[in-house]
């Protein structure tokens, strides 16, 4: 679509920061600049050159492209259980983004910011694209929390065969049966140990990982 896209700051750490982008489209250099989810582009202007559905590819190109380059600032990202096994377990993260360390909550697939609110240092479409970032890097968390899991047939090559599985969660064992999609838990039932949104994280694992097995 198109080649040599580079990206510098302008007026870095400042209010009015914001990001100058050239890119090279059969053989033609363009440049813009990038602030607050918008393009503004220079002189010539791309929709001079290319066709509308060519020139709207290339615009949703550099959106992406841009959030990349705002999610690669975050780094060290930790993550630690708060009231571990209680109904009100939580799990506190911290990351660092431009050398500034910030804090929060996760719980029920929902971001909660300690004091101070990354929204005062980041421009709103970074924030997203950052917030965007933590939701996967928790899901990634959550299912390699994930061990041990063992599967085994009942009624093997009847007509009400399923599935007896097993995995721990946490350092919790939970057992369940899969039949026909669906998952059936044995009591303990993990809702009771797992906040919402990990037990959807969990659940899809498992129908992810018994297709698999099903399948060989």
């Known amino acids: 679509m198109f080649d040599n896209f580079e990206v510098k700051p302008l007026f870095e750490d400042q209010f009015h920061e914001r990001h100058q982008f050239t890119l090279n489209i059969e053989g033609n250099e363009f440049q813009g600049l990038f602030h607050e989810g918008e393009i503004h ?98 899901d990634e968390h959550q299912i390699q929390l994930f061990d041990n899991f063992e599967v085994k047939p009942l009624f093997e090559d009847q007509f009400h065969e399923r599935h007896q599985f097993t995995l721990n969660v946490q350092g919790n064992e939970f057992q369940g049966l899969f039949h026909e999609g669906e998952i059936h838990w044995f009591h303990p039932h993990p809702k009771r140990q797992l906040e919402e949104g990990h037990l959807e994280d969990v659940e899809s694992r498992v129908h992810d990982l018994l297709s698999d097995h099903l399948e060989h």
Do not use: C, T
Request: hydrophobic content about 30%; charged content about 30%.
């Open 41 to 138: 582009w220079f002189h010539p202007h791309p929709q001079k050159h290319l066709e509308d559905e060519h020139f709207k590819a290339v615009e949703s190109k550099v959106h992406e492209l841009m959030e990349e380059q705002q999610v690669q600032k975050v780094e060290n990202f930790e993550v630690k259980p708060l009231f571990e096994g209680q109904i009100h377990a939580r799990h506190q993260f911290s990351l660092n983004i431009q050398e500034d360390e910030y804090q929060g909550l996760y719980h029920d697939g929902e971001i909660h910011w300690l004091h101070p609110h990354p929204k005062q240092q980041l421009k709103e479409e970074h924030l997203k694209a950052v917030e965007s970032k933590i939701h996967e890097l928790m």
